[in-house]
């Protein structure tokens, strides 16, 4: 009896305070006050759970959401937003969902009809469906795309379109999104998010599924690019859509490419592998129109591919969507679609836009003027976005028109350019606030539409946005869209069909910026792993508890090597030897955290996070969940405040530097991928212990006490060495340690070994029985360690001598190890264009092939 009585106390609190807003459609109650059938189950549902159990939902989800880095980059501030995400879904009824995906099919191959007439014949446009001033004063439209070959005459293989209902439960299309349409990778990670905070709703519900849609569009590209290649074309990882971009390509399998990756030979698209140029027949386009070819676009320096739009013109190449398609988004064209439906489709348009006034057209201008009091003023040709906005912000003007005069200026002076748009009361949708109540929230749904073998398909499903600062997820939150059905719906599964595979144990068709980017990421990882381990020794130093003892020098020499790695200036490095304890402690921000500073920890953990998010499609879900935690620097800077704390902090940084470095050892296949990753983290390996042997072995400091265990500690060597000799550290065991002993991965000839390893198999060196450079090089060097006598550079200093044999040993590998990355770059990656953060200089990288 008590438990009933308990859901009613639970129902109560979730809907205290439910009021429909007057004016508005409520998608949870009727008119009557009562909840609309489609949602009693899940009202019921979340209502046998307490307010404390609600609360814990949405913080669950918000920490998977966290966890999983996803963000959305803002094109104003271009700085990530986190995503936000309410985890009461949207409910669509079987028979609303119905109307609507007929609709939008509909508008579909509409709108693909027109995108084919106004590159090819042009006959809407002599007939007088569409005024020109609508087509040629969009800089959308492109005319240089004029006679694109369209493969089955298919332009638009992927739209969205964002739909509100009205006060009269119609549904209306908002705005159309053809370019390159955002969002679909965030409906997806809110389904997988929401289905994990609440399964029990989840699996109650008879719901359509995600993953069919996602299978057929991915079969119906295959199928386009089953001859050569695909490519996914990203404008790079700060583009505000780049984890899509990244997601999109993990799934269908395709890599991830920038301009620099791909070129155009004889009107065909080629991407840039380690082993050469490798055919390119799709490239499924994420970077707008104009920033596609350089030569007849208007793409900006270092952007774009030179003859891209001449390859697609010729047949020889399938974009999807294609250049240009950005021309029907116009919210102009809307007042034309109803006659446009008729003439191209000889269909009825049956799912209506806003009403729209084209001020192009005198009649219309007239009527915006007389009536612009209660009209929403929009740009004709900027379309809004629904991504970074919520659903109140999306509706409003996205002019700077304060006035009635204002107003007649601007029209006077470009009419073509405004539309006046009829407003919305968008309908409201419950929302969970942060006390687990529901509260009532405008709302906008973007949904999905892609071309399959079968023709255009809708995704069952999208996702919402919501406008209100009370609830649970703040401004701009997101929902999912639970889009039921009225038959039992069948599990489906991500995963591809089985079918015969050509079965493939290498990468050699990996693009050179990707190889490019992991090399880096590798050096850029083993660069915070030394500065942590750098930082940590100075901080326990101070503190007394550093394991090599105290060392009366060791401040000068840690501050010293500082100063080399680009950690301290010469200036900060003399101040804080003169102020000691002290002086480091008033340091610890700056020192970790200087803004500006490429060699500081937060430099180079913000290089490892770029570079990271450039490879994401190559990472697993478990090494980006590490490498956010590990680069959360905004996290981390609140944590150092004295010397223990930051201590501690370096401590869980070299952990995670630790279960990363294990991760990909373990989980990474051996291909070359990760062979550049791991030849990147030698190289950096290596120059910090000869840096670092150069400094306390042949420097002013070598023979002071306690110097030689330092050594042995900043090389990760200390443990081994007392569990080896159960002595006090000598120098030539110490050199053999850490110089010249294979068995010892921090050892220099280790990495020498490694690097060594890597060439042999690379492709593009010499299978003729000859070395390359590269490998002569590594050869040489190796041998040279193998054969140093540890016991004669050791005792040249006893004699007196001042180690100049090791000091030039030194150079020499430090030389070899220059000579290695200058060939690397030559060889493999000198097609990058752009400039790469990389300490103490910027390097440029120029066009090459």
């Excluded at 509409?110 to 084919?116: D, E, F, R, T």
Aim: hydrophobic share 40%.
């Amino acid at each position: 009896m008590s438990e009933p009585l308990h859901r009613e106390d639970h129902a109560a609190t979730l809907l205290a305070g439910y009021r429909p807003l007057a004016g508005r459609h409520d998608e949870l109650m009727g008119g009557d006050g009562k909840l609309r059938p489609q949602w009693r189950a899940l009202v019921s549902a979340f209502s046998e759970m307490s307010p404390e159990l609600r609360h814990r939902a949405a913080t669950a989800a918000a920490g998977q959401l966290r966890a999983n880095d996803i963000a959305y980059i803002s094109s104003d501030t271009h700085h990530p937003r986190p995503w936000r995400l309410d985890v009461f879904p949207f409910l669509i009824t079987p028979e609303d969902w119905t109307q609507l995906a007929r609709g939008l099919v509909q508008r579909a191959r509409l709108l693909n009809a027109i995108v084919g007439d106004l590159y090819g014949p042009q006959q809407t446009l002599a007939r007088g469906l569409i005024p020109a001033p609508m087509v040629f004063a969009s800089p959308e439209f492109m005319p240089n795309c004029a006679g694109y070959r369209a493969r089955d005459g298919e332009f638009l293989q992927f739209l969205a379109f964002d739909l509100g209902r009205g006060p009269d439960g119609k549904w209306f299309v908002l705005s159309q999104r053809t370019e390159s349409p955002a969002g679909v990778g965030y409906a997806l990670e809110n389904r997988l998010v929401t289905s994990r905070s609440i399964p029990e709703p989840f699996t109650a519900h008879n719901l359509h599924r995600l993953a069919s849609f996602f299978r057929r569009f991915a079969d119906h590209f295959a199928e386009i690019g089953d001859q050569h290649r695909s490519v996914v074309l990203t404008g790079g990882a700060d583009q505000p859509d780049y984890f899509e971009h990244a997601l999109m390509g993990r799934y269908l399998g395709y890599p991830v490419v920038e301009s620099a990756d791909l070129t155009v030979r004889e009107s065909r698209v080629f991407m840039k592998t380690l082993e050469g140029l490798e055919r390119v027949d799709l490239v499924i386009r994420r970077i707008p129109s104009e920033h596609a070819d350089p030569l007849e676009l208007r793409a900006p320096q270092g952007m774009g591919i030179a003859g891209l739009l001449h390859a697609a013109r010729s047949g020889n190449v399938v974009m999807a969507n294609a250049i240009g398609s950005g021309v029907v988004e116009s919210a102009a064209l809307e007042t034309r679609l109803p006659h446009l439906a008729q003439a191209l489709l000889g269909e009825h348009l049956s799912l209506p836009g806003l009403t729209t006034w084209w001020c192009g057209d005198a009649d219309a201008r007239a009527h915006v003027l007389a009536h612009s009091d209660r009209l929403t003023m929009l740009h004709a040709f900027r379309p809004r976005h629904l991504m970074t906005a919520g659903a109140a912000e999306f509706m409003a003007s996205d002019t700077d028109i304060a006035d009635p005069e204002a107003l007649r200026r601007a029209l006077a002076l470009h009419p073509q350019n405004y539309v006046g748009v009829e407003p919305l009361q968008l309908s409201t949708v419950p929302c969970l606030t942060a006390n687990g109540t529901l509260r009532p929230a405008p709302m906008v749904m973007r949904v999905y539409v892609a071309a399959t073998s079968d023709g255009y398909q809708v995704m069952h499903g999208g996702l919402v946005k919501v406008s209100g600062t009370d609830i649970s997820g703040g401004e701009r939150t997101s929902k999912d869209v639970w889009v039921l059905s009225d038959v039992r719906v069948a599990p489906e599964t991500l995963l591809k069909p089985l079918r015969a595979a050509t079965l493939k144990r290498s990468d050699r068709d990996l693009a050179s910026k990707t190889a490019d980017d992991l090399f880096w990421l590798g050096r850029y990882l083993e660069r915070a792993d030394a500065s942590t381990r750098l930082l940590r020794s100075l901080f326990l130093h101070l503190s007394g508890e550093a394991s090599f003892g105290n060392v009366p020098v060791a401040l000068p020499i840690l501050t010293g090597l500082m100063n080399s790695f680009g950690h301290l200036s010469e200036h900060e490095t003399a101040r804080m030897r003169a102020a000691g304890f002290r002086g480091v402690e008033n340091e610890i921000s700056n020192l970790l955290f200087e803004p500006g500073n490429a060699d500081s920890l937060a430099g180079i953990l913000g290089n490892v996070a770029r570079t990271a998010d450039q490879v994401r499609e190559r990472l697993s879900a478990d090494a980006l969940r590490l490498i956010e935690r590990l680069t959360n620097v905004q996290r981390l800077r609140f944590r150092a405040h004295g010397i223990s704390e930051t201590v501690a902090l370096l401590n869980e940084l070299n952990d995670l530097q630790s279960a990363l470095s294990g991760l990909i050892h373990e989980n990474m296949t051996r291909g070359y991928g990760w062979r550049f990753l791991d030849m990147g983290r030698r190289i950096e390996r290596a120059r910090y212990g000869i840096t670092v042997m150069k400094t306390l072995l042949v420097g002013r400091e070598r023979g002071a006490a306690g110097v030689l265990g330092m050594q042995l500690e900043l090389a990760d060597s200390l443990i081994t060495y007392r569990s080896r000799y159960k002595t006090e550290p000598e120098l030539a065991a110490a050199l053999d340690l850490i110089l010249a002993d294979d068995s010892n991965p921090r050892s220099l000839i280790f990495q020498f070994a490694a690097m060594r390893d890597h060439m042999a198999v690379m492709p593009l060196e010499t299978h003729d029985g000859h070395l390359s450079r590269a490998q002569r090089n590594l050869v040489g060097m190796h041998t040279e360690l193998l054969l140093a006598d540890v016991d004669e550079l050791a005792s040249s200093a006893s004699r007196g001598g001042n180690l100049g044999q090791l000091r030039r040993l030194l150079d020499r590998a430090e030389e070899s190890i220059g000579k290695l990355t200058d060939l690397i770059t030559q060889t493999y990656f000198s097609h990058s264009i752009g400039h790469r953060v990389t300490g103490n200089v910027i390097r440029s990288q120029d066009d090459a092939l």
